[in-house]
């Protein structure tokens, strides 16, 4: 393992929320290891600089094994209070992921993300912009997620801690894909995504990478329902088209 490798591995379980790591070689010959154990990658990626990315989510990771995984999750304090765990939505092999903040009411009680108003907003926004485009996809066929799975009291903002613990979650949904781009929806997904502290504003308009895949950051639809928003929604527009066309043309 080379030392940018070695960076690379320790980086993803920084990400994972990981503190400490005892071992990271495994201790057992390979040729000891019962057949299918997850110890060696299956699928290694390469960066823009041809470095290895390491795999940062158990060999044979499906949508389903995460769903599962979860199950009925305690885990931090958002579990209190909410009706579903509103884990996503779309297809598996989608090659655009979208991530939202999390669930409001409306998702809360159906299980599914971006279901109210400002799901609505978004499947507009997705359908009108690749109609317009020329670019045959609607909604289904995009994958959508949120940071945290469980409803935040009062629609709040997620705490750090709950997005670490759930923020496991969302990144094997985002390797079980591997998506061509993801679209981090506001600032809270950006966080997650990107590890800044910079705004919508100022991340918005260039290409940035979680992992080896590009991502792209926008408004999140909630804050272009406000009225007062127009040069946001012009914005927003541009964004997705971008987006789009790099991921469908
Ligand atoms: N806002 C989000 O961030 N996610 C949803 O699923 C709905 C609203």
């Given at each position: 393992m080379t030392r940018d490798d070695l960076r690379q591995y320790l980086e993803f379980y920084r990400d994972l929320g990981?503190?400490?790591?005892?071992?990271?070689?495994?201790?057992?010959?390979r040729s000891a290891r019962?057949?299918?154990?997850?110890?060696?990658?299956t699928s290694r990626g390469r960066d823009a600089a041809g470095a290895v990315i390491p795999p940062?989510?158990?060999?044979?990771?499906s949508l389903l094994k995460i769903v599962e995984d979860i199950g009925?999750?305690?885990?931090?304090?958002?579990?209190?209070?909410?009706?579903?765990?509103?884990?996503g939505s779309g297809?598996?092999?989608?090659?655009l992921v979208l991530v939202g903040e999390g669930p409001g009411a409306d998702e809360d009680a159906q299980g599914?993300?971006?279901?109210g108003r400002a799901g609505q907003l978004l499947t507009q926004m997705i359908d009108n912009t690749a109609s317009k485009e020329g670019?045959?996809?609607?909604?289904?066929d995009v994958y959508i997620c949120n940071v945290v799975k469980c409803r935040p009291p009062e629609n709040r903002t997620p705490l750090p801690d709950e997005m670490e613990i759930c923020g496991e979650f969302l990144f094997r949904q985002l390797m079980a894909i591997r998506p061509k781009a993801i679209c981090a929806l506001g600032s809270t997904a950006a966080k997650a995504l990107?590890?800044?502290?910079?705004g919508v504003t100022r991340l918005r308009g260039t290409w940035h990478k979680w992992r080896d895949i590009p991502l792209i950051v926008t408004y999140h639809p909630s804050y272009l329902?406000?009225?007062?928003n127009q040069n946001a929604k012009r914005e927003a527009w541009e964004d997705l088209k971008k987006v789009l066309h790099y991921v469908y043309d």
């Amino acid at each position: 393992m080379t030392r940018d490798d070695l960076r690379q591995y320790l980086e993803f379980y920084r990400d994972l929320g990981l503190k400490e790591i005892y071992n990271l070689a495994p201790a057992i010959p390979r040729s000891a290891r019962p057949a299918g154990d997850s110890i060696a990658p299956t699928s290694r990626g390469r960066d823009a600089a041809g470095a290895v990315i390491p795999p940062i989510a158990p060999s044979g990771d499906s949508l389903l094994k995460i769903v599962e995984d979860i199950g009925d999750c305690r885990r931090c304090r958002l579990s209190e209070q909410r009706s579903k765990i509103v884990f996503g939505s779309g297809d598996e092999h989608a090659r655009l992921v979208l991530v939202g903040e999390g669930p409001g009411a409306d998702e809360d009680a159906q299980g599914l993300p971006f279901v109210g108003r400002a799901g609505q907003l978004l499947t507009q926004m997705i359908d009108n912009t690749a109609s317009k485009e020329g670019i045959p996809i609607r909604r289904a066929d995009v994958y959508i997620c949120n940071v945290v799975k469980c409803r935040p009291p009062e629609n709040r903002t997620p705490l750090p801690d709950e997005m670490e613990i759930c923020g496991e979650f969302l990144f094997r949904q985002l390797m079980a894909i591997r998506p061509k781009a993801i679209c981090a929806l506001g600032s809270t997904a950006a966080k997650a995504l990107l590890a800044t502290k910079d705004g919508v504003t100022r991340l918005r308009g260039t290409w940035h990478k979680w992992r080896d895949i590009p991502l792209i950051v926008t408004y999140h639809p909630s804050y272009l329902l406000r009225p007062y928003n127009q040069n946001a929604k012009r914005e927003a527009w541009e964004d997705l088209k971008k987006v789009l066309h790099y991921v469908y043309d």
